[in-house]
């Protein structure tokens, strides 16, 4: 590979979700403040729109959507180019990690050397702990959003017989603001609701209807309930019963005090006085800034809502609490594990990742990535997996999913290929949303 002419890192960033972009492209300025950016989307059911970008704030050099197969044939490429990439952030569900990680390894076979390739999750991780730590295995580095993080994932990897040295401990890389500076007027209350927790419809309604009560209770204060998606737009996870229908459904309309609101969470942050959540990662965002905030415990304290995570953190509380004037004090030590530095220490958060970083690059040659799952160790599980995406058994592009080329195709072309696919996207969406949540509830008659 030819050697670097540039003093500026150059990093290639894949996602396949709105709040995944924000962690990938985040992270990777962490690692390297002074980097060119190069963000990759990953088309499917979770693609941004180009409002959901904006909202996440999240920039880059290069931005463009791709599949994964066609990321993997540009990363080829570009391991023979004058300044190749330095470094490669994965911001992707495990499986697609998992995917990339043996295409990327059949993609740079016989180079002198490649980027190292970084990876981790977005934010709490409370479920699936080992099924997506065992995915994403094979990275140089794993993150750690905390010390109770770092703890965990080397016990799973330990327990497997793998490796375990690519963990690294750090915290997520979107918390900052100012600190909570007292109470604002009027005193603002932040419900920040979750695509699929809770995943049904009597549920949800609660948690609303609740919110609304709080409102009309408290008249001096204003409730906000804080959406990450539009009908019709997907997040990470999939929402099926979407806040704005329920809340057109109140009986009364919603009270003058209480209203459904969109936008970055850091500048809704800046106005909140109480922050309440199911288990949103909006929640560590708000105790790092200091504040308070409430862990919802009306629909029990349960792994299903993800609320189990916040035991001993002192936050834990019901709407009934909240209504009675409670406000939560969040327990010291409790923070420090989960990495919410509330105690000023976020600046150096992030110096063990770029020591680690810079030893990998300065290291020389780096080893062949070699996931923990292979056709002899997961036969029955891998290739599904690298199927997904594209992939034969040893991440090698399937017949009939070549990529498309780097060349972009003609005026007319890209025309009508960009409105079939944006034509076929909505229809899927559509599937989601409305036919398959039908199916199941005819399924339950």
């Known amino acids: 590979m030819p050697s670097r002419t540039s003093s500026t890192p ?122 997506g730590l065992l995915l994403r295995h094979g990275a140089d580095v794993v993150l750690a959003n905390s010390r109770h993080d770092a703890d965990r994932f080397r016990a799973v990897y330990r327990g497997a017989g793998a490796d375990d040295s690519a963990v690294t401990e750090c915290a997520l890389p979107f918390l900052g603001g100012d600190p909570y500076a007292g109470e604002h007027a009027p005193y603002t209350v932040v419900f920040a609701a979750q ?33 990450r998606s539009k009908p019709g ?14 809340a057109a459904k109140v009986p009364g309309g919603l009270p003058a005090n209480c209203r459904l609101v969109y936008g970055n969470m850091g ?5 909140t006085d109480l922050m309440v959540t199911v288990s949103s990662t909006a929640a560590l965002e708000s105790l790092h800034r200091g504040v308070p905030t409430a862990v919802l415990t009306d629909l029990g304290i349960r792994e ?43 600046p150096r958060a992030f110096d063990a990742v770029r020591a680690k970083v810079a030893a990998l690059h300065a290291a020389g040659p780096l080893p062949p990535l070699t996931p923990y799952y292979t056709p002899r160790t997961a036969p029955g599980y891998l290739p599904g997996i690298l199927a997904r995406h594209g992939l034969d058994p040893h991440g090698v592009p399937i017949a009939g ?17 960009d409105a079939v696919r944006e034509a076929a996207r909505g229809a899927y969406r559509h599937g989601v949303q409305r036919v398959a949540p039908a199916i199941r509830r005819w399924g339950q008659l």
């Open 10 to 131: 150059r990093v290639a960033v894949l996602a396949d979700s709105d709040t995944r972009w924000k962690w990938g492209a985040l992270t990777a300025y962490r690692i390297h403040p002074e980097a060119r950016l190069d963000g990759y989307l990953l088309r499917g059911r979770a693609t941004p729109t180009v409002r959901q970008l904006h909202e996440v704030g999240a920039r880059a050099q290069t931005l463009r959507e791709i599949r994964g197969i066609d990321f993997l044939d540009l990363m080829r490429a570009d391991a023979g180019s004058a300044e190749p990439y330095d470094t490669v952030v994965l911001a992707l569900v495990g499986g697609g990690v998992q995917a990339m990680l043996h295409g990327l390894a059949r993609a740079w076979e016989g180079t002198v050397r490649r980027p190292a390739v970084v990876t981790g999750y977005v934010g709490v991780v409370y479920e699936k702990l080992a099924d």
């Open 195 to 227: 695509p699929s927790v809770p995943d049904n419809r009597a549920d949800r309604g609660y948690l609303l209807r609740r919110a609304v009560e709080h409102a009309r209770k408290h008249p001096d204060r204003e409730v906000l309930i804080k959406l």
């Open 233 to 246: 737009e997907h997040t990470t996870h999939i929402e099926e019963l979407p806040y704005q229908k329920l």
């Open 267 to 271: 500048e809704v942050l800046d106005r």
């Open 304 to 346: 299903v809502l993800g609320n189990h995570h916040f035991l001993g953190s002192g936050c834990l509380a019901s709407w009934d609490d909240l209504d009675a004037g409670h406000r939560p004090e969040p327990d010291a030590d409790w923070l420090a594990r989960q990495g919410v530095c509330a105690d000023g220490s976020y």
């Open 401 to 417: 999913c070549a990529p498309e080329g780097r060349e972009a195709p003609g005026g007319l072309r890209r025309v009508a290929r």
